[in-house]
């Protein structure tokens, strides 16, 4: 492991410097919106490299993998009571609310956009993938529990279907942080806790998908207004005092929180629905920070920081796909073998046989369509280009028009923040 020398805090907000602590090179304030407005004066044949926060780039590959892991383990037989299961629990905490995290991060142009520089440079790259890929994901589920049909089908685009309700969320969440954008910081960060504390409060946190929607918009609010608190604390990852504290934090929630789910609560109603969100939106800001430490150092890791960070840098094509990808190799191939011939084929629906067969799934439907993400016109459906403006300057058409379609997809999505 590469050595993680203290610095001082993170200073500057224009000037690149080096975040020794996460051993990368960045500006506070990179952003594809930088990098497209100063490739204007750049020859058009001249590579533009954005710069990367390596442990941002981490946590979504950590996010990423454990969000897969999360569906495989839950989709087979007994694969909660795995090795695999365990390390799926043990991520619990740190999946959605770091992918939310660096999604806030890298989100601070909000703050100084027009709501036209809004659509036009964030919510439509988020938009054509979410309605691309959530009709097939919905008609799946839809079809599971016997509900395929058109109205059904409308009702989980227009309020956000489970299966890629992070899109869905992330749009909701920058528009609300447009509208608070002339709030201050902190004022900002205690509206963000309204929605879900008055789910707790109402009941509606016993729904899924309203959970989902509110849970992690705190998170997402701390990250876009506190972001340089975290790049400190990132600086500061090898500090034995940091790593101690944050992982102690971390343990001592965790055993709060797992303890009241097997020993206090019992059944499910309104009022345990509510206490357990409660313990949960604390247990999201509990656990952050060791994830924060825990990515600096997985990014100074050989071998396992090139593969996480090459994941994190591509979930965009992951995130989309590997759901229904297992659908397909589990429920239909791997199932309708066992079904056709139990003898032949029925070890495929054992347990550890059929998690590999997930994470078959998982590993062919990013790789499917990273691939797809660099054909000519295809690779629209997951990187549109940018809508014409009217009336645009000449500078910013001009950088418009020489950002690619990945590149103005990554700051929205932070597929490549």
Known sequence: MRGLPATDPHRGRAEPHWHRGANIKTSSEQTADATAASSASAPASTPRKASRVEWADTAKGLSIIGVCLMHVVTAVPDGTSTPLGLLSSFLDPLRMPLFFLVSGLFAHRVLERTLGDLWYRRLWFLLVPYLVFTPFQALIRLNMAGDADLSHLIQAILFGD?????????????????????????VALALSFVPICAGMMTGWVQTQSFRQAFMYMPIFFAGLHFRTWF???????????????????????????????????????????????????????????????LAVW????????????????????????HHAMMWLFMDVGARGLADSDPERFGFLTETYPFMLIGFAACLFAGTLFYNVGKVPVLKWILYPPALPRAGATRLHSTAEQRSTPRQQCASSTQTRS
């Open 298 to 321: 997985l990014s100074n890791t050989p071998l396992v920081s090139r593969f996480l960070t090459f994941v994190g840098a591509n979930t965009l094509p992951i995130y989309v796909s």
């Open 231 to 293: 790049f400190a604390l990132a600086n500061k990852a090898g500090n034995a005092a940091v790593i101690l504290g944050t992982f102690g934090i971390f343990v001592a929630w965790e055993f709060v929180y797992r303890y009241m789910e097997a020993v206090v609560f019992e059944g499910w109603d309104i009022v345990i629905s509510s206490q357990n969100a409660f313990l949960a939106l604390i247990r999201t800001f509990t656990a952050v920070p060791f994830g924060v430490v």
């Open 162 to 186: 489970p299966g890629l309700w992070f899109l869905y969320t992330l749009m909701v969440y920058n528009i609300v942080a447009w509208l608070l954008r002339r709030q201050p910081a902190v």
